[in-house]
């Protein structure tokens, strides 16, 4: 059974940082293509980072590209996501997703992942 368990989470100031890890089990964790998502309050899940197995890019979402960092171990079955200069809309529940089967084109797209953690919360003050 896959499990994927997220930890880091927790409340900063803006302009700081925190790393999230997300561990997974139960998986062959080199076939899959790993991803982080976020869902702020009254908000729709939206992408934030992935990391493809097939071919190992990275896209980001806009809002986080050049702030945030996403990296794979498998020795681990880790996938980390780094996030510096904080903001209040950063503000979120972060989300771990795994997929076998997604294709490059679906990478931003939630419904193309079926594995998910439980999120871990992150709180931005200002």
């Known amino acids: 059974q896959v499990q994927l368990v997220e930890s880091g989470g927790g409340l900063v100031q803006a302009g700081g940082s925190l790393q999230l890890s997300c561990t997974a089990s139960g998986v062959s964790f080199t076939r899959y293509t790993m991803a982080w998502f976020r869902q702020a309050p009254g908000k729709e899940r939206e992408f934030v980072a992935a990391v493809s197995q097939r071919t190992g890019s990275t896209p980001y979402a806009d809002s986080v590209r050049g702030r945030f960092t996403i990296s794979k171990n498998n020795a681990k079955n880790t996938v980390i996501l780094q996030m510096n200069s904080l903001k209040p809309e950063d503000t979120a529940v972060y989300y771990c997703?795994?997929?076998?089967?997604?294709?490059?084109?679906?990478?931003?797209?939630?419904?193309?992942?079926?594995?998910w953690g439980q999120g871990t919360q992150v709180t931005v003050s200002s």
């Open positions: 997703a795994a997929s076998a089967t997604v294709i490059m084109s679906q990478l931003r797209s939630h419904s193309a992942y079926g594995y």
